[in-house]
């Protein structure tokens, strides 16, 4: 089973741009489908975006589509989540998630996680 590392998290102001990393231990990388969801304070982790094993189907929540975009290198061990026109709304923790199944919008069918980072946008 892989483990999650993710970075590139900060303080950006409304209108900027972040790209978030999320390297993976392991040799079995490619098996796993490879999603983003994020936390606010006082609120439900909420799916972002998700992508299969090859890279070649990506999936969006409604509130970041055409904003965000989902990507993976397999021969890296790493998907990344580059983060453009960020509002204060996207402020949150950032949470990589992996599982060996098609891709889910329910963080609860997901079984291996990431520590998380923070994205803090300000207005």
């Known amino acids: 089973q892989v483990q999650l590392v993710e970075s590139g998290g900060g303080l950006v102001q409304a209108g900027g741009s972040l790209r978030l990393s999320c390297a993976a231990s392991?040799?079995?990388?490619?098996?796993?489908?490879m999603g983003w969801f994020r936390q606010a304070p006082g609120k439900e982790r909420q799916f972002v975006a998700a992508i299969s094993r090859s890279g070649g189907l990506t999936y969006y929540a409604d509130s970041v589509k055409g904003r965000f975009t989902i990507s993976r290198d397999n021969a890296k061990n790493t998907v990344y989540l580059q983060m453009n026109s960020l509002k204060p709304d996207d402020t949150a923790v950032y949470y990589c998630?992996?599982?060996?199944?098609?891709?889910?919008?329910?963080?609860?069918?997901?079984?291996?996680w990431g520590q998380g980072t923070q994205v803090t946008v300000s207005s």
């Open positions: 392991g040799r079995t990388f490619s098996r796993y489908t």
């Open positions: 998630a992996a599982r060996e199944a098609p891709w889910s919008t329910n963080p609860l069918e997901y079984n291996i």
